[in-house]
């Protein structure tokens, strides 16, 4: 196969791909929040610790 050469796709396959593609971002979009979610926590937390720290 030549990069010249015209790949030919078959619908079913590019759409089976692309739900694939889809339910891979809806994940990545959830782990991205839960992730935020999680650095924000921890940054309360040390913020926290960091008052108590002062207060002493």
Do not use: C, F, H, W
């Amino acid at each position: 196969m030549s990069v010249a050469e015209p790949v030919a796709l078959d619908p079913a396959d590019a759409t089976a791909r692309s739900d694939q593609l889809r339910v891979q971002l809806k994940t990545s979009d959830r782990l991205n929040e839960y992730y935020n979610q999680v650095v924000a926590e921890l940054r309360a937390s040390l913020e926290q610790i960091e008052e108590g720290d002062q207060a002493s």
